[in-house]
């Protein structure tokens, strides 16, 4: 009877050892170090109905909010918010960031109730942003959970989760974000091997692709056996043991990989999309070990220390704040309307504004634009550039070139903070600075991102990526041991990561060279060249890639300005 209870969700066919119950018939443990060992054993691994109430026990334990919705929140608002809709095609909430509900042996009444609860947790909690994994935990706790009800709570108190030092679910995109450069840091110390293999295979942009997917390696691509087991070390030991498998992961993957691409048929060249590659790996891991040897590898890597681990996080998170990124910017298609009538640029159609307009963040993507400066109005004096420019904030550069050619930037600062230093050239701006071109023709998806238009016309876009570039680079090396480190090897376990060191916090200059401004030129980006620079006369300019925006040149390197604009934001609402 107990086992019937806890599979109306799945499909018993797919689920195999998962589904009986050969393991200890009860449970009565409450020692915290006890429960440790036995999760770590796979104690109650072989028992389904005995899982799910230790699950049950572990997250009643954990401590809450004063309100926190239960079940009976969820029996009187499911109705109210799913309305009339099909279960079938609810589509999941814009805070999963697109990831969807896995497999994980569920049935289509399964795979229909996590779509439920995540649209009614989304309803509850609206000060959750950003959780591409809760689709994940809420398919795994379905599968021992009596009812949606249930689930619905056991997911809840994992989110209502106040207390001191203990974290389980990121709830936002700066959590998130920091939590994968925490694991890039951790990934450099431990895996120096699969670090290396990385940086070395993939291209520049790719090894922060790579290391922001390591939560979705464990909630999403793993089997099922796999992550059932992870989740029953993750409720006993708490986040720090997530890190701990996505390292083995890692790990097992570099030592895997030359079998996994010769049973592809691949090919271990230099061009090859390690994303893909891990997360194949990743879904396919139980061909290569089984889930006690990943933990068993999990648990042999000599980890800082919880209170290090969260001191990391925090100084990641304010590099991200000092940089401005604190939101995911969704890149979407703002269908901006834009007045034909009274809209009247040198350099870019109605339609080339609003491909830009795309781009913006989204909390200025309703504003209209306002055009401040123009050359061909104002003349070529960069005072006077200055003048119409103050009291705005952000901006958007334009220039067309004498060879007709189209560019720009995007400024999140008013530049009057160019004064704050006095005269002298300093920088300033946060992370959502970016710089542009426009193109006439398609051109190959070299860049970052490319946004085809209409009319073989594309707007290709440099967003700022050097926050992670001092984690993530090769560090030099010792010249008495030219050896690279084994992959075992986790360098000095008594000293933290680089990011918490010196280098930290004095970071290279072009981790803030956004735009910079002064009597003799603007300045867009640094470090290694400059993304634009503008000079005096509003006449002349050049262009280069720069460290800030890891940018191609905008347009030809030395260029001659026959168009500048500079536009403001106007509130529609107060226009």
Not at 136 to 164: M, T
Not at 354 to 369: K, T, V, Y
Not at 414 to 434: M, Q, V
Not at 507 to 522: D, L, T, Y
Request: hydrophobic fraction near 40%; glycine fraction near 6%.
């Amino acid at each position: 009877m107990a086992d019937v209870e806890y599979v109306c969700f799945v499909d018993r066919d797919k689920m195999g050892e998962l589904c009986q119950n050969s393991g200890p018939g009860q449970l009565t443990c409450t020692d915290p170090r006890e429960l440790k060992q036995l999760a770590r054993q796979g104690h109650w691994a072989k028992n389904h109905s005995i899982r799910a109430q230790v699950y049950q026990q572990l997250i009643k334990g954990i401590p809450c909010r004063t309100v926190t919705p239960d079940a009976e929140v969820y029996r009187d608002i499911v109705d109210k918010v799913v309305g009339k809709r099909k279960v079938s095609s609810l589509p999941l909430p814009e805070i999963v960031d697109g990831s969807p509900v896995p497999g994980y042996c569920l049935n289509r009444e399964g795979v229909g109730a996590a779509h439920k609860i995540v649209t009614c947790i989304a309803n509850q909690f609206p000060d959750i942003s950003y959780c591409p994994v809760l689709p994940a935990i809420v398919a795994l706790l379905l599968h021992f959970s009596q009812d949606e009800a249930e689930c619905f709570e056991k997911v809840c108190r994992l989110l209502a989760c106040n207390e001191p030092g203990r974290r389980m679910i990121d709830q936002t995109f700066l959590a998130y974000e920091s939590s994968c450069m925490t694991f890039g840091d951790l990934a450099s110390k431990y895996c120096p091997g699969a670090h290396k293999l990385i940086l070395a295979t993939s291209r520049s942009q790719d090894v922060l692709e790579v290391y922001s997917d390591w939560l979705r390696w464990i909630f999403g691509d793993l089997p099922l056996p796999f992550a059932a087991r992870v989740l029953d070390v993750f409720l006993v030991e708490g986040y720090k043991i997530l890190y701990r498998v996505a390292l083995a992961l890692l790990k097992f993957f570099r030592k895997m990989r030359v079998e996994v691409l010769e049973e592809s048929g691949g090919s271990g060249g230099t061009g090859g999309d390690l994303q893909d590659e891990m997360q194949i790996f990743v879904q396919r891991v139980g061909k290569f070990v089984t889930p006690e040897k990943l933990l068993e590898k999990a648990f042999g890597i000599r980890l800082f220390s919880r209170k290090e681990i969260r001191l990391l996080q925090m100084a990641n998170e304010k590099s991200l704040k000092q940089k401005g990124i604190t939101v995911k910017q969704k890149r979407r298609n703002v269908h901006l309307v834009v007045d034909t009538e009274s809209f009247k640029s040198d350099i870019v159609s109605v339609k080339e504004m609003r491909d830009i307009w795309a781009w913006i963040p989204e909390r200025f993507a309703l504003c209209q634009p306002q055009l401040l400066f123009t050359t061909s109005e104002h003349g070529c004096s960069l005072n006077r550039f200055y003048a119409q420019s103050e009291g705005y904030e952000p901006t958007l550069l334009l220039i067309r070139t004498t060879d007709q050619e189209v560019c720009g930037a995007y400024l999140s600062t008013d530049w009057a903070e160019r004064r704050r230093n006095g005269n002298k050239l300093s920088f300033f701006g946060t992370g959502e600075c970016f710089v542009f071109r426009v193109s006439t023709w398609e051109e190959p998806t070299l860049s970052h991102t490319v946004i085809q238009g209409y009319c073989m016309q594309c707007i290709t876009v440099f967003s700022f990526v050097q926050i992670w570039r001092s984690v993530l680079e090769l560090p030099p090396r010792n010249a008495e041991s030219p050896q690279p480190p084994s992959e075992d090897a986790p360098g000095s376990s008594d000293r933290l990561s680089p990011f918490l060191d010196a280098r930290h916090f004095n970071a290279s200059k072009a981790a803030s060279m956004f735009m910079a401004g002064s009597q003799e030129s603007i300045v867009i980006g640094g470090g290694d060249g400059n993304a634009l620079y503008i000079d005096a006369e509003l006449n002349h300019g050049r262009t280069a890639r720069c460290n800030t925006f890891d940018n191609q040149p905008l347009c030809s390197e030395n260029f001659q300005i026959a168009v500048l604009e500079q536009w403001g934001f106007q509130d529609a609402m107060s226009s």
